[in-house]
């Protein structure tokens, strides 16, 4: 959990609520409930608490510790396709060692937030009856920690990331010959986030194509891809899925990927979390209608 | 018409068949009889003229005279989503003034490939009894005979053309803008075409989204925009669609764009015309049923 200081075409917020595990949580929220673990300082705001309360989000592993909360600041490009980071101070997360609360490990699902490989793992490790797991990554793990990224990845059921990073990851610039190498590493299941372009879902025995939502307009793309993680995870959570030697219904799954780009979607179309201040659960499944009915041929 | 020399990362052929209209034609010729409209030089050659005859293309309206064939030069970059003209000689299409034999002027739906607005215009004044009118164009018409360009398009029914177009056409950054302010320029459809990202149908009433065909390797995208053409307005022109006031029925224009995508994909599978020498409709049929099985949900 953060704050951050962003600045788009559209507008400039020296100072709000951000972070992965606030947007994947929020997200999430609107699918199944959901209990956070993260870490946040002295200077964490009581509205901020609020609204994750709000949307019902379970805060017993959310801890409160002496500092500053992480602080990330970036400007984007005026098509807002790239951004570059201006500050990042990790404050009170340079020293996080998640500890989940007893009440947490036996939840049978579990979304990893991008954070050091090691911690990922420590997470996973603590949990007793999973029936799903998967999360994110990003450049850094992959380029300085590959070999603990690797044994950590090789422990999940999926992985989602951007098109940059799977061709990182696995050394391949086709989409398709990257998706061959990731779903060797470990995760049955593998999403790569395009951005506006969507998304597409790999298994072993095919793939799935999402769109992505033409916005009107974009104010601010920052936590557009955890919105997504946390649609995916909160849809599947939502359905109860139980897979069995790793299968997931293929149904479950594509329609986990068109409700994480509908989430995703929502997220850019205010700055920080603001969307999800007055979002509702029928604007969403609104959303996924026009998925179907722009798609439908 | 024309010879190219291409280069991409996967070979060189310094002179093979090429040219707007070899591409739109051979596509088009999988699912409607083809007439075309084109200049050569005395350089042609019988093969290829013979490729096109055996796709059934009549070649009335083919023109040839003293002179050199048009010829293109262009190398790709390593991605293959940029390419560099490296050389463009105009030869005999300079003096291209297209005459339409007199067989032709009673067909019902017409292409104009990428040509002067001017030669496009005179060509559809040329014709009795259109069902069906639309085409291409690129940056240069837009940019330096955009007065003419208008004219010209706002005769047509459907505008076929990139992201990049469509942002310099409308001068609007945003895609669903775009499509807002060029729907307003005369033709009732529009088809944005995205590269491997896919294509948008954008009609007042809404939109349709095809997703790019994730091919395991790209060997030479030349020609890939003008198959899709060819595949869009053959698969109209085979349903023998009839459009009163300019609607056309909204699955056959979806189903259209499938068929464009399908011809594009397979134009990339080979350097130049190379793949449409073996191609069947048994193999465009099999790819239209790839593209519905991974965009349902």
């Known amino acids: 959990m953060a704050y951050d200081g962003v600045e788009t075409p559209h507008g400039k917020v020296d100072r709000m609520l951000g972070g992965a595990c606030t947007y994947i949580s929020l997200a999430a929220s609107y699918f199944t409930r959901v209990n956070i673990v993260a870490v946040v300082g002295e200077d ?16 017993t592993g959310l801890e ?84 603990a990224l690797l044994e950590t990845i090789a422990e999940w059921d999926f992985l989602l990331i951007n098109d940059g990073e799977a061709r990182m990851l696995s050394g391949e610039n086709n989409l398709r010959r990257a998706a061959d190498k990731i779903l060797g590493m470990g995760p049955s299941t593998l999403v790569i986030k395009r951005g506006e372009y969507g998304a597409i879902l790999f298994r072993r025995d095919g793939h799935f194509m999402a769109p992505g939502y033409l916005l009107q307009d974009v104010f601010d793309p920052t936590g557009a891809g955890d919105c997504f993680a946390g649609g995916f995870i909160g849809y599947l959570a939502g359905q109860g899925v139980n897979p069995r030697d790793g299968n997931i219904p293929h149904q479950d799954l594509r329609r986990a990927v068109i409700y994480g780009s509908v989430m995703g979607s929502f997220c850019c179309e205010n700055f920080g979390v603001d969307r999800f201040r007055t979002l509702t659960r029928a604007e969403i499944d609104a959303r996924y209608q026009e998925f179907k009915d722009c798609t439908d041929f």
Chains 1, 2 share one sequence.
């Open 64 to 147: 409160q510790v002496p500092g500053k909360t992480f602080f990330w600041a970036g400007v984007y490009s005026e098509d807002m396709n790239d951004r570059t980071t201006l500050r990042t101070d990790l404050n009170v997360f340079a020293d996080f060692q998640p500890k989940l609360p007893e009440s947490y490990r036996k939840q049978p699902y579990l979304l990893l937030g991008n954070i050091q490989p090691e911690l990922q793992r420590s997470v996973r490790a603590q949990m007793n009856g999973l029936r799903l797991v998967g999360g994110d990554t990003m450049n850094y793990w992959i380029a300085d920690h590959r070999a």
């Open 44 to 59: 964490f705001e009581q509205p901020d608490l609020d609204l994750l309360s709000s949307r019902g989000i379970d805060l």
